[in-house]
């Protein structure tokens, strides 16, 4: 019997949306900080079956967070005890930023679904720089074995003009790379203004290599670097960013962020459009999140990870994604209707099947 999906329903169903997500964080990392983490670790650790190699380094499993969790890394180590192979922190900026207005964060229940306008809300490149350093060493002395990976998605701040993009980019790539096991390239929101013009590859080009090289110089090391794609691209569109990836030796691709579509949705229309602008995440991305993770996979074969994204919620479609072609997998939006043992139940599907 799940208990999570009913204790969702009477204690955070009614409640907004962001504030349920800070209480259900809060929680997590309370039950690390008081000494609960040993404990979950050994109940939620991925099965040895699992470990997957990608981007040159090895992931306890395919399973992991995607950004937009935990925006500003202060709940990396609390979240690897339940399970997830890899954390994607972020989206963070060079400067630090409020956000759009609240309420800005919806949910839509009977799509199992979210609209976000949260606009990269966080404390900037400066102040998660020292938290991730502090996660991975906890990391490193916690796992004898294979650790849970940490990816750092970096973004534009608000107030900094389409022109200057570049120099805002390179503040958070070379703060972060240091601390961070792979680094992603988030052009794709559609909650900046005209961030998604970006994905523009004539304008992508200067901006990938110029992070590459600041990330690589900063860290003394070569930190793989990944592109987010938006769903709502063409399919042309799509296979201009693959040739771009493909040209500039990039290590991966993360397909795909959240949509500004609302067609085939559940939900009552008039509560839809009440809840406004924003982008679509869970259940109503599935089938076009799989489409481009296909279309990327015939195009660049084996020579770019693909990090497939979008409305999985249960094992089955995790391998689906694998069988499709991804090397790995995310999710979030499910995680808020699923609760804590959301990622180690995923984890037990995907052992049972590869059996």
Same mark, same amino acid.
């Given at each position: ?51 997957? !190699? ?106 900094? !003009? ?154 089955? !479609? ?38």
């Amino acid at each position: 019997m799940r208990i999570y999906p009913t204790f969702f329903r009477l204690c955070f169903s009614w409640m907004d949306a962001e504030k349920a997500h800070k209480i259900g964080f809060t929680l997590i990392k309370a039950a690390h900080t008081v000494g609960a983490g040993a404990v979950l670790r050994r109940m939620f650790a991925p099965p040895a079956s699992l470990q997957t !190699e990608a981007l040159g380094l090895t992931f306890p499993t395919p399973f992991g967070l995607a950004a937009g969790f935990d925006k500003e890394g202060k709940g990396i180590n609390a979240l690897a005890n339940l399970g997830f192979g890899h954390i994607e922190v972020g989206t963070i900026t060079g400067q630090a930023q409020p956000g759009n207005p609240q309420p800005r964060l919806f949910r839509l229940v009977e799509d199992r679904a979210v609209i976000n306008r949260m606009g990269f809300n966080n404390d900037g490149a400066a102040a998660v720089a020292p938290r991730l350093k502090q996660a991975l060493a906890g990391l490193a002395k916690t796992y004898s074995g294979v650790r849970p990976v940490v990816g750092v998605n970096i973004g534009k701040t608000k107030v900094v !003009e389409l022109e200057d993009a570049l120099g805002d980019y390179l503040i958070g790539a070379r703060t972060l790379a240091p601390s961070a096991d792979y680094l992603v390239v988030n052009v794709s929101s559609p909650n900046t203004p005209g961030l998604r013009l970006l994905q523009d590859v004539e304008t992508l080009r200067p901006l990938l290599t110029g992070v590459r090289q600041a990330a690589d110089e900063s860290a003394g090391r070569h930190v793989p670097l990944l592109v987010k794609i938006a769903p709502d691209l063409a399919d042309e569109d799509v296979a201009e960013m693959a040739a771009l990836a493909l040209e500039l030796k990039l290590d991966g691709i993360i397909c795909t962020n959240t949509t500004v579509s609302r067609e085939g949705l559940r939900s009552p229309g008039a509560m839809v459009e009440e809840k406004g602008a924003g982008g679509l995440s869970g259940a109503p991305l599935k089938a076009r999140s799989l489409a481009v993770l296909r279309q990327l996979k015939a195009i660049v074969g084996d020579t770019l990870t693909l990090i497939s994204v979008g409305g999985v919620e249960t094992g089955a !479609e995790v391998q689906e994604r694998l069988d499709a072609g991804a090397s790995l997998v995310q999710g979030y939006t499910a995680f808020l209707y699923e609760g804590p043992f959301w990622a180690s139940r995923i984890n037990k599907e995907l052992a049972a099947l590869r059996k």
